[in-house]
């Protein structure tokens, strides 16, 4: 990739990520008063769709930038699957098999969310999607980290 396209690339990754990391905060403050009314469930279960959501548009970004296909049936699946992928000669797999199992219950959970028309949320699913969320973070930092250094694009 070039220096200008490189530059393009953590340019975006880099503002994308700041939102992630807001969502992620969020989802911490939630966490901490969380409680198991369905006012707060259903909060919570919005804050999760939220997070999966940009976090997919992070992962639009890197197939924009290399392969720029996803087919579209199952495309959320495949777009996910897409990135642990290592595309040799292309690009690094951008994340890990660890990040990759935490994001895929997310975009199931955030499946759910969208489809769950006149269901509650299950309080005990939503908080363990909740506490996953917050471990994710730290490993996608990692995964997003160790994949712009391999690209040459991270500075410490």
């Known amino acids: 990739m070039d220096k200008g396209g490189l530059a393009l690339l953590?340019?975006?990754?880099?503002?994308?990520?700041?939102?992630?990391?807001?969502?992620?905060?969020?989802?911490?403050?939630?966490?901490?008063?969380f409680k198991e009314s369905q006012e707060?469930?259903?909060?919570?279960?919005?804050?999760?769709?939220?997070?999966?959501?940009?976090?997919?548009?992070?992962?639009?970004?890197?197939?924009?930038h290399f392969e720029n296909r996803i087919e579209s049936g199952r495309y959320h699946a495949n777009l996910l699957k897409?990135?642990?992928l290592s595309i040799e000669g292309v690009r690094p797999a951008l994340i890990s098999g660890e990040t990759y199992g935490l994001l895929d219950e997310l975009r199931r959970f955030r499946h759910f969310f969208r489809h769950a028309y006149g269901m509650?949320?299950?309080?005990?699913?939503?908080?363990?999607?909740?506490?996953?969320?917050?471990?994710?973070?730290?490993?996608?930092?990692?995964?997003?980290?160790?994949?712009?250094?391999?690209l040459g694009g991270w500075e410490e």
Not at 20 to 31: D, Q, Y
Not at 53 to 60: D, K
Request: with cysteine; proline share 1%; glycine share 4%.
């Open 40 to 64: 707060g469930v259903d909060s919570m279960g919005y804050a999760l769709h939220n997070l999966y959501c940009a976090y997919e548009e992070l992962f639009e970004i890197v197939a924009g």
């Open 120 to 150: 509650d949320l299950d309080p005990e699913k939503v908080g363990t999607v909740a506490r996953k969320a917050v471990e994710l973070e730290e490993r996608f930092e990692r995964d997003l980290r160790s994949f712009l250094r391999a």
């Open 10 to 33: 953590r340019a975006d990754l880099s503002e994308q990520w700041r939102q992630v990391s807001r969502l992620h905060v969020r989802i911490r403050e939630k966490l901490e008063d």
């Open 82 to 84: 897409r990135m642990k």
